[in-house]
């Protein structure tokens, strides 16, 4: 049972700091080693707590997402992974990531490192219920110093705006040679602009002939499958919702009412590292795939059927998944199907009430899929 007083928050920096092993219990009050199985963590006789019982501890730029007490115990067990691999271990447990731009924050905190923060404030709310004030800890700025500096030694300048300004080359001629390239007349060239008809040296004399836009290749827009099957938890109904509005919601029961199934639907993404908007084209079947449409391929949504993969250039699900990054999408207190255990895709674990957990998976599949298309489709980002 958990304290009335003690902060879970507090607990875990002063266990952290001590070099304290706190207790994973499982739901009949036994030990276990394992954090996915544990339903209470202890501090020894001091509190314990429901495994994701909410911290004080926000996530950055949010008013509302609390880290939860499971996220910060693993992320503090696994700390020394890289962000990628940490975060495909989160994903596939089903627990809270620490997003990248807090884990030295949160670290730096958690270990001691970063001078406590506040005490939480005591409000009184219209109710007469006092509420404790969520706080978070102050920048760690000497490991910012220490990213910065380690960053800067891996620059390398290739060129400056005083290197381009002293090239040391002469343009003084270029007038000269614009004249003998292009002896029309100005008379003529304005006439023939007018008429529309070729001047005197052979040359189309429109303004729009003879500056004829450059062709540039169009971008492609990366693609997303979900499956056909009405179903699934996520298909063309409710995909859009989720993905671009944070928000699952389940349209299986009232199939009747949602109306034509869309051909296509385009989600907009905002890409965390680079503030680049781009657009991403969601489809349920690869029928009439082109080439480029098969290049352009950057993730699939399964529900275990190995059918779903009928026809594509891929001959199994294994080899999909090896091209593509894989999300299998269950609720948090389902089993995941036997068929996935040996493909590589990540568990997509998404409550069946808490809709206000629903932001959180969602950013972390959006994690996965930036780091995904920038390490192996970067010209769809182009």
């Known amino acids: 049972m958990s304290s009335t007083t003690a902060d879970p928050l507090n607990l875990l920096r002063q266990y952290t700091i001590q070099s304290k092993k706190v207790e994973l219990l499982d739901l009949n009050g036994n030990p276990t080693p394992d ?48 962000f990628y691999e940490y975060m495909k271990m989160t994903n596939t447990l089903g627990l809270q990531t620490i997003s990248f731009g807090d884990r030295a924050q949160v670290l730096g905190y958690l270990t001691g490192k970063t001078p406590e923060i506040t005490p939480a404030v005591v409000e009184k ?31 390398r300048v290739l060129i400056t705006s005083s290197s381009v300004l002293s090239s040391g080359k002469s343009f003084a001629r270029v007038p000269d040679l614009a004249k003998a390239l292009f002896p029309a007349k100005p008379g003529a060239v304005a006439k023939g602009a007018v008429s529309g008809k070729p001047t005197a040296a052979g040359t189309p004399a429109s303004g729009q002939a003879a500056r004829r836009p450059a062709h540039h290749r169009k971008r492609r827009n990366p693609i997303i499958v979900v499956p056909a099957a009405t179903t699934s938890m996520l298909t063309m109904y409710n995909i859009k919702s989720l993905l671009q509005d944070h928000q699952f919601v389940d349209c299986r029961a009232d199939m009747d009412k949602a109306g034509p199934k869309p051909h296509e639907v385009f989600v907009e993404h905002t890409m965390s590292y680079s503030g680049q908007t781009v657009k991403f084209r969601v489809v349920d079947s690869v029928q009439d795939f082109t080439e480029a449409d098969w290049e352009a391929l950057v993730c699939v949504f399964t529900q275990g059927a190995a059918w779903q993969f009928k026809n594509w250039i891929w001959k199994s699900p294994e080899e999909v998944f090896q091209n593509c990054l894989g999300f299998y999408p269950k609720y948090q207190d389902e089993r995941p199907k036997d068929t996935v255990t040996s493909w590589a895709v990540s568990l997509l674990n998404i409550e ?31």
């Not at 909410?54 to 020394?80: E, K």
């Not at 959180?360 to 994690?367: D, F, H, K, S």
């Open 35 to 82: 954090l996915q199985s544990a339903a209470t963590i202890r501090f020894g006789e001091e509190a314990s707590f429901a495994r994701d019982t909410p911290t004080s501890f926000l996530r950055s730029n949010s008013d509302s997402d609390q880290y939860t007490l499971s996220a910060l115990l693993h992320f503090l067990d696994h700390r020394d992974q890289t």
């Open 352 to 382: 069946r009430s808490k809709r206000h957990m629903d932001r959180a998976t969602v950013v972390g599949l959006w994690n996965s899929l930036e780091q995904f298309v920038a390490r192996n489709k970067p010209d769809l980002l182009g």
């Open 125 to 155: 709310q219209d109710g007469g219920d006092a509420k404790r004030a969520k706080t978070r800890a102050a920048p760690d700025v000497s490991t910012a110093n220490d990213i910065a500096r380690d960053i800067m030694r891996r620059e």
